[in-house]
């Protein structure tokens, strides 16, 4: 893959182009309802597992480190605010995002990558079979989907898993644990965390998607297709989280 400054910049634009096209292609009829349900069950097999897995540990770290502080402080009665607000807010579509693109984005940009390479999508170009339309576009609702989905679960298991370190292992009192959760989260943090994960989906989605329908040299490039996508769309993420989160926060007001 070429380093100059030229060549980014062209995969830059190539890279928004397909976005675009994926939103020109969207409302295109008839719409792959078997794709994307073949793909949004794909990639919730290979997502929820790890995904519940890594929020026990998020979720227990949060909650540990929480805890300690407002024990110190002599806050414990916070203890369980500050935990859901930090796993609602922000623990939440991080872990999302993380699953999504490295888990999910890879095992779409190696499908995508292996049908370039055996010439499958040059074959339904010459057929007249949009691949953006017919490929592209079902894996991109079916990830932002799935996204949304995992966002919940995460959210749900990183709070229990957050209460049961609290209570058992810091022997925090379960009632003040519960009766604080709506002190300083609110509702908008809910929806905020989901439009997060939705539109992270779609980025991890896209990038996967232009890595694996531009691979090329065998095997070996399919592989570093998928490296490459991971690691785009995870600095993709982290800026596109920085963003969104200064945008919540100038538009909606904090509790104190």
């Known amino acids: 893959m070429s380093l100059s400054p030229t060549a980014g910049l062209r995969h830059t634009g190539s890279l928004f182009a397909l976005a675009l096209d994926v ?5 295109r009829r008839p719409f792959q309802a078997r794709e994307f349900i073949q ?12 995904t519940a897995l ?38 939440s579509p991080i872990v999302t995002a993380l699953l999504i693109a490295g888990a ?12 370039k390479i055996r ?20 894996r991109v609702l079916a990830s932002m989907a799935v996204a949304v989905l995992l966002n919940g679960l ?3 298991v990183g709070v229990a898993g957050g209460y049961f370190f609290n209570v058992v292992l810091q022997h925090g009192t379960p009632g003040a644990y519960l009766a604080s959760f ?23 989605a896209i990038v996967a998607s232009y890595k694996g329908l531009t691979a090329k040299g065998g095997p070996k490039g399919v592989g570093d297709a998928v490296n490459q996508s991971v690691v785009i769309t995870f600095m993709l993420l982290f ?17 104190g």
């Open 104 to 115: 999910g984005g890879s095992a779409i940009c190696a499908d995508l990558g292996a049908r």
């Open 54 to 91: 890594v929020s026990i540990p998020f979720g227990a770290v949060i909650a540990l480190q929480i805890g300690s502080l407002t024990r110190q402080l002599g806050a414990q009665s916070f203890s369980g605010a500050a935990s859901v607000l930090a796993v609602l807010r922000e623990a």
């Open 154 to 156: 995460v959210s749900v």
């Open 119 to 138: 010439e499958e999508i040059d074959a339904m170009e010459v057929l007249g079979i949009d691949p953006i339309h017919r490929l592209v576009v079902p």
């Open 182 to 204: 709506t002190t300083l989260a609110q509702l908008p943090d809910l929806w905020t965390a989901e439009l997060k994960a939705l539109v992270f989906g779609a980025i991890a």
């Open 39 to 50: 793909q949004a069950w794909f990639v919730a097999g290979v997502t929820i597992l790890p």
């Open 239 to 255: 800026v596109t989280n920085f963003v969104m989160t200064a945008v919540y926060f100038q538009v909606v007001p904090q509790r």
């Open 23 to 27: 939103l020109r292609t969207l409302p």
